[in-house]
């Protein structure tokens, strides 16, 4: 077969792999898709206008973005990506473009040099009319805080949700000199490298990974996603010994929220959770409220349950005693599994095969079988059945067999010294 023949061949079957990738990442109708090449064929044009050269030698890395839009819990999936990114790069400045909230945790864990706060439109919980306004203050802020992103000159641009033109966009207008992302779901022109999916790798961190993969940068397996300080890590030894609880006594975790209110399984389920924990399991439960929230008044009424409101590396510490961590897709749910707590997950309208938590020994409760699932966080029942449908029985249990595999695995360790 002659080089032309293997080039056309190549770009059909990678024309037919991203066509799987939109059917299995997305759910976007025949009227969506057709908007996609409506914009594609508008802003085509702007490549052409403002070209810019691409950086192949990547020794000449100096300047690098990464465009987030995620929350707490999608930095901490991403976090083999940039511990790879700062392997390969150690003395380049990496800088993410995301929410405002992010930069604590990034701070903390110094996953990145420099959080640039930013406020992409479609990542907002907004109706779309709100959103895409073209004579709101939200989207001009964004348009004027991308455009100055050229002065700085990047060098290296990536993005790391699944494909989409918006983002993509926003990367070619920031002015990185390379920009590799996704390009299956629209924006692929607005791209210097498009990586191709892999199907047989869906989760969040593992299609991040594969960017880097792509521009020849070799990943390394991460042994530990988030690192505690000992100061924090002595916090969380006191603050269990201030609220009586010994280091014999059995500790579940506890946070009730989500990023979303559709992500949440109940605060009540969680309460009669807690109290079978206690009265069943004889272990003590440490409640987790979001900073500056009071927690829940019901607290007092059982001593064995503990409040804790707490600044984020005050919260890593006493995460990090805990010996399970029961929880929501959510954030608190992925830091708990990123300091190697034995988490229990609870899914409603997101894939666990995209969004789990990472590493072993973890349990994730979902209701199987519901056809509507991903459904991006705008349901389309009266009811978040995906949750509703999930019992409080099924979650102790779950909770039960992660608490009885740790004591297990406890006395073997004994038994051998």
Same mark, same amino acid.
């Not at 064995?304 to 707490?310: K, M, P």
């Given at each position: 077969?002659?080089?032309?023949?293997?080039?056309?061949?190549?770009? $059909?079957?990678?024309?037919?792999?991203?066509?799987?990738?939109?059917?299995?990442?997305?759910?976007?109708?025949?009227?969506?898709?057709?908007?996609?090449?409506? =914009?594609?064929?508008?802003?085509?044009?702007?490549?052409?206008?403002?070209?810019?050269?691409?950086?192949?030698?990547?020794?000449?890395?100096?300047?690098?973005?990464?465009?987030?839009?995620?929350?707490?819990?999608?930095? =901490?999936?991403?976090?083999?990506? *940039?511990?790879?990114?700062?392997?390969?790069?150690?003395?380049?400045?990496?800088?993410?473009?995301?929410?405002?909230?992010?930069?604590?945790?990034?701070?903390?864990?110094?996953?990145?040099?420099?959080?640039?706060?930013?406020?992409?439109?479609?990542?907002?919980?907004?109706?779309?009319?709100?959103?895409?306004?073209?004579?709101?203050?939200?989207?001009?802020?964004? &348009?004027?805080?991308?455009?100055?992103?050229?002065?700085?000159? &990047?060098?290296?641009? &990536?993005?790391?949700?699944?494909?989409?033109?918006?983002?993509?966009?926003?990367?070619?207008?920031?002015?990185?000199?390379?920009?590799?992302?996704?390009?299956?779901?629209?924006?692929? *022109?607005?791209?210097?490298?498009? =990586?191709?999916?892999?199907?047989?790798?869906?989760?969040?961190?593992?299609?991040?990974?594969?960017?880097? $993969?792509?521009?020849?940068?070799?990943?390394?397996?991460? $042994?530990? *996603?988030?690192?505690?300080?000992?100061?924090?890590?002595?916090?969380?030894?006191?603050?269990?010994?201030?609220?009586?609880?010994?280091?014999?006594?059995?500790?579940?975790?506890?946070?009730?929220?989500?990023?979303?209110?559709?992500?949440?399984?109940?605060?009540?389920?969680?309460? $009669?959770?807690?109290?079978?924990?206690?009265?069943?399991?004889?272990? +003590?439960?440490?409640?987790?409220?979001?900073?500056?929230?009071?927690?829940? +008044?019901?607290?007092?009424?059982?001593?064995?349950?503990?409040?804790?409101?707490?600044? *984020?590396?005050?919260?890593?510490?006493?995460?990090?005693?805990?010996?399970?961590?029961?929880?929501?897709?959510?954030?608190?749910?992925?830091?708990?599994?990123?300091?190697? =707590?034995?988490?229990?997950?609870?899914?409603?309208?997101?894939?666990?095969?995209?969004?789990?938590?990472?590493?072993?020994?973890?349990?994730?409760?979902?209701?199987?079988?519901?056809?509507?699932?991903?459904?991006?966080? +705008?349901?389309?029942?009266?009811?978040?059945?995906?949750?509703?449908?999930?019992?409080?029985?099924?979650? +102790?249990?779950?909770? &039960?067999?992660?608490?009885?595999?740790?004591?297990?695995?406890?006395?073997?360790?004994?038994?051998?010294?």
């Amino acid at each position: 077969m002659n080089s032309r023949a293997t080039i056309l061949n190549s770009i $059909e079957s990678r024309a037919a792999l991203e066509r799987a990738a939109l059917a299995v990442h997305t759910n976007y109708g025949l009227g969506h898709r057709i908007v996609i090449s409506m =914009v594609e064929s508008l802003l085509g044009p702007l490549v052409r206008v403002f070209p810019t050269k691409s950086l192949s030698d990547l020794s000449r890395v100096q300047k690098i973005m990464v465009l987030e839009a995620g929350h707490l819990g999608d930095v =901490v999936q991403l976090t083999p990506f *940039l511990q790879n990114l700062r392997r390969r790069f150690p003395n380049a400045h990496i800088a993410v473009l995301g929410r405002p909230g992010l930069k604590n945790l990034l701070d903390v864990q110094n996953l990145a040099d420099e959080l640039i706060p930013i406020q992409l439109p479609w990542a907002q919980w907004l109706p779309l009319w709100r959103a895409y306004n073209p004579f709101s203050l939200l989207l001009l802020r964004f &348009f004027r805080d991308i455009l100055r992103l050229r002065r700085r000159e &990047f060098d290296l641009g &990536f993005v790391t949700n699944l494909g989409d033109y918006r983002p993509n966009l926003a990367l070619f207008l920031a002015g990185a000199r390379r920009r590799v992302g996704y390009g299956f779901a629209g924006g692929g *022109l607005f791209l210097t490298d498009i =990586v191709a999916p892999d199907l047989s790798r869906m989760h969040r961190f593992e299609m991040s990974l594969r960017l880097l $993969e792509h521009i020849g940068i070799p990943v390394i397996p991460s $042994e530990k *996603l988030l690192a505690l300080s000992p100061e924090d890590a002595q916090f969380g030894r006191e603050f269990l010994a201030s609220n009586g609880i010994d280091e014999s006594d059995a500790v579940v975790g506890i946070h009730s929220g989500a990023g979303y209110a559709i992500k949440e399984w109940g605060e009540d389920r969680f309460r $009669e959770l807690a109290d079978k924990i206690v009265s069943e399991l004889g272990a +003590k439960v440490i409640w987790f409220s979001d900073p500056g929230q009071p927690p829940p +008044k019901f607290i007092g009424d059982n001593k064995d349950i503990v409040g804790a409101s707490l600044p *984020l590396r005050q919260f890593l510490g006493v995460l990090s005693c805990c010996h399970t961590f029961v929880g929501n897709d959510s954030g608190p749910m992925h830091m708990a599994a990123g300091l190697g =707590v034995r988490v229990v997950a609870i899914f409603g309208p997101e894939l666990p095969e995209w969004f789990g938590p990472l590493g072993a020994g973890h349990q994730v409760v979902v209701r199987e079988a519901m056809w509507c699932r991903p459904c991006w966080r +705008k349901c389309r029942f009266a009811e978040r059945y995906c949750l509703s449908l999930i019992s409080v029985e099924e979650v +102790k249990q779950a909770v &039960f067999n992660v608490v009885g595999r740790l004591a297990r695995q406890e006395n073997v360790a004994e038994a051998r010294l």
